[in-house]
């Protein structure tokens, strides 16, 4: 069972946008824990670069309580073996049970969104979705290193 502690939250929240905080808060409790924990490792590599902070943050926003722990393994599984069939499986359509599949493989552009849509900076949003300019490669780099080793 995954957990985060009060003061967890309250150090994203000194990172966050005021609409972000409530952004954050929406997300199931094991994304939450997984993102504190991406940030964390960040921090103690020595990055504090507030945009990239608020992108470790949010940067699963989007896979909200759709996204089950199956499709997760699942599509992790796909992803890796038959790709071409994962992206098969996937449906834009919202109602079908074939969605979460679509909201995993394009849930860094959603999650973006959601965190523009939410006060974060354009920067950020770049980072989530792994689109950083020239300057923040390096810290683009370190984002998908911390998220991978969760």
């Known amino acids: 069972m995954a957990r985060?502690?009060?003061?967890?939250?309250?150090?994203?929240d000194r990172v966050l946008p005021r609409d972000a905080r409530d952004l954050f808060a929406s997300m199931p409790v094991a994304d939450r824990r997984h993102a504190i924990d991406v940030a964390q490792r960040l921090l103690a590599a020595g990055h504090d670069?507030?945009?990239?902070?608020?992108?470790?943050?949010?940067?699963?926003?989007?896979?909200?309580?759709?996204?089950r722990l199956w499709h997760r393994v699942a599509g992790v599984l796909l992803e890796a073996v038959a790709p071409r069939l994962l992206a098969r499986l996937g449906s834009v359509d919202e109602r079908s049970r074939r969605y979460p599949f679509h909201l995993y493989l394009h849930h860094a552009e959603f999650?973006?969104?959601?965190?523009?849509?939410?006060?974060?900076?354009?920067r950020t949003g770049a980072?989530?979705?792994?689109?950083?300019?020239?300057?923040?490669?390096?810290?683009?780099?370190?984002?998908a290193a911390?998220?991978?080793?969760?």
């Open 146 to 150: 911390a998220d991978r080793a969760s």
């Open 127 to 143: 980072l989530i979705r792994g689109q950083a300019g020239p300057d923040d490669v390096a810290l683009a780099a370190a984002l």
């Open 4 to 12: 985060v502690d009060p003061g967890e939250t309250e150090a994203a």
């Open 49 to 67: 670069d507030p945009d990239l902070i608020a992108a470790a943050l949010l940067h699963d926003a989007a896979k909200g309580h759709r996204l």
């Open 111 to 122: 999650s973006a969104k959601a965190a523009l849509g939410a006060g974060c900076s354009v």
